[in-house]
């Protein structure tokens, strides 16, 4: 039996300490707001904080969130209210969608550790994540109205 | 301060003490550079082998072609970023290397690095320890000629401030010897590890001297 804190909750899952953690949150669990792409790092469709880290869950075993704090898509805030998630919502990110919890909690971490970024940080920060869609454009003008957001505490 | 304006050479001719000032910070520089090219911080006595600079160039040249490999020099990037592939290109997603050489915000190395290998091909490679080398101290190999490199590992300000024992000891670093456990699909570097430890070994403790260029 492994334990698991996901979004403040605990959970107990009798799972090959192997599994992805995707497919724990996922198919165990039922949390199913993070996404599948790739499997292999690539995408950044999967991404979910570990202690605040916006690690791929498709290539980290489920032993190594053993202990740690999980947060998904689902519990990055509490009404759907984060200001990422506010500035997703008026300007009209996503496409077909799919990449865009990946996108919001990868943006979360630029966000927290730098709350003016420029473009060239959005770039280093949000580079691995992949739209097949193209809607980075979108992604760009919606993090910096999300940094102001924040900044004027909205 | 008082101490220094009563030792005003008032009783010396100006000339003896330019030319002994000028004698004495030769034999400092002489010095340093001694050190600095055979020793780094550490006690040159110590050394269990005789200086031998022959030998020591030949036993760094096979430390550089290890170095100069991709599975070493990938993560020792002229750039910001890291290198990846047999071809050393950039790595995918231009992930930086930070200030301490850990990655940024969401694209630090171990969001996708993992403790260990992840199986396939095209998969991240492991370590619990994976990073590029900091900002502040980048221990470039990538562009380095074998003289560059060999000057820059001997340079305590240049090499992650290493003297003599800790360099001996950086050879079985985790990080070091994770170049020979690099997954599916990744050429290894061209010694084993044991002989790189030994042409490593020998290196150092036969003067760590740089070939010429
Ligand atoms: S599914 Fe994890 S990075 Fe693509
Ligand atoms: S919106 Fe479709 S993949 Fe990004």
Known sequence: MITLNVNQKSYKVDVDPNMPLLWVIRDVIGLTGTKYGCGVAQCGACVVHLDGEAVRSCVTKVSRAEGKKIVTIEGLSQHNDHPLQRAWQEIDVPQCGYCHSGQLMSAAVLLRENPNPTDKDIDAAMAGNICRCGTYLRIRKAIHLAAEMQRKGK | ?213
């Open chain 2, 1 to 213: 301060m008082k101490q220094h304006s009563a030792m005003k050479p008032t009783n010396f001719p100006l000339k003896t003490i330019t030319v002994m000032a000028i004698i004495l910070s030769v034999i400092g520089i002489m010095t340093t550079a001694f050190k600095a090219r055979v020793s780094p911080g550490g006690n040159p006595e110590s050394s269990k082998m005789k200086r031998d600079s022959l030998a020591s160039v030949q036993a760094f040249m096979d430390v550089y072609k290890v170095l100069m490999s991709p599975r070493c020099m990938n993560c020792h990037p002229a750039g910001e970023a890291p290198l990846q592939g047999d071809d050393s290109h950039i790595h995918i997603m231009n992930v930086q290397r930070g200030k301490d050489g850990t990655g940024l915000y969401s694209a630090k190395c171990s969001n996708c690095h993992q403790p260990t290998n992840v199986p396939g091909e095209h998969t991240p490679p492991g370590n619990p320890k994976w990073q590029l080398p900091p900002g502040d101290m980048k221990m470039v190999f990538q562009g380095k000629t074998a003289r560059q490199l060999a000057m820059q590992i001997m340079d305590y300000n240049q090499n992650g401030h290493k003297n003599k024992e800790q360099l001996l000891e950086h050879a079985h670093d985790t990080l070091v010897k994770a170049a020979w456990n690099m997954g599916e699909g990744r050429t290894p570097p061209p010694l084993t590890h044991e002989e790189f430890v030994a042409a490593w070994n020998k290196w150092i403790e036969t003067g760590g001297y740089a070939p010429a260029e």
